[in-house]
């Protein structure tokens, strides 16, 4: 099978989970932080809400990337105003499903204001409900506006019906972590990828085979 096979296949495969759902629901509302638009940043505190998420403690900054570089999109969010800040979404889910949870941490690049210092090394939490996921770190010293350092972590985690995702920022002063490309994604079962897949593969050889006949 040629080169450009394996890549029209593999396109035809993800077009498959999309279509009939499998894999490629996303269940995060705003996980890229783009709504509202803002011109450069702009800031919620609690309690407030924004286009599906619910800052539940202290503020949290919509950032444009005209501040610095997002991880997807064009905008992200600092998880600090000028103290640390809290938010999360409720998520309908199917009981027993398992899910796969993504998102981009980084820490804020830029000076923060003098009047409300932070520290280099940003710290966030993130939770499934009350399950804590992790403690995330990171230092910011020798980032840029355009050399963020984005580091994308993925977790595995289990619907109960109506789940809470949480992020919480642990540190102080007005530049905190930075949080973007928050999806949510049905794992589909092993059959069923297999059973899809292997369809799929027999359809690509197919389709070969007919080619090389009428070539020859």
Not at 16 to 26: L, P, S
């Amino acid at each position: 099978m040629k080169p450009q096979t394996h890549i029209l296949l593999l396109h035809a495969t993800l077009c498959y989970f999309a279509i009939t759902g499998t894999v490629c629901a996303e269940l995060i509302v705003n996980g890229g932080f783009e709504s509202p638009s803002v011109p450069g940043y702009l800031a919620y505190s609690a309690p407030s809400s924004f286009s599906g998420w619910t800052v539940l403690s202290g503020g949290v900054d919509i950032v444009a990337n005209n501040f610095y570089s997002p991880a997807s999109g064009i905008q992200s969010l600092d998880l600090n105003t000028i103290v640390s800040g809290s938010i999360s979404q409720d998520v309908t889910t199917t009981p027993g499903q398992v899910y796969q949870l993504s998102f981009a941490f980084a820490a804020n690049p830029l000076p923060d204001n003098p009047s409300w210092p932070a520290p280099a090394i940003k710290v966030m939490q993130a939770h499934w409900n009350t399950s804590l996921l992790g403690t995330f770190s990171q230092d910011s010293t020798g980032r840029t506006a355009t050399d963020v350092g984005w580091i994308l972590h993925i977790y595995t985690v289990v619907g109960t019906g109506t789940d809470t995702l949480s992020f919480a920022s642990l540190t102080d002063g007005s530049a905190g972590p930075a949080l973007d490309d928050v999806r949510l994604e049905p794992v589909p079962e092993p059959s069923t990828f297999v059973l899809a897949a292997l369809g799929l593969f027999g359809l690509a050889g197919w389709r070969w085979q007919v080619g090389v006949r009428k070539r020859g």
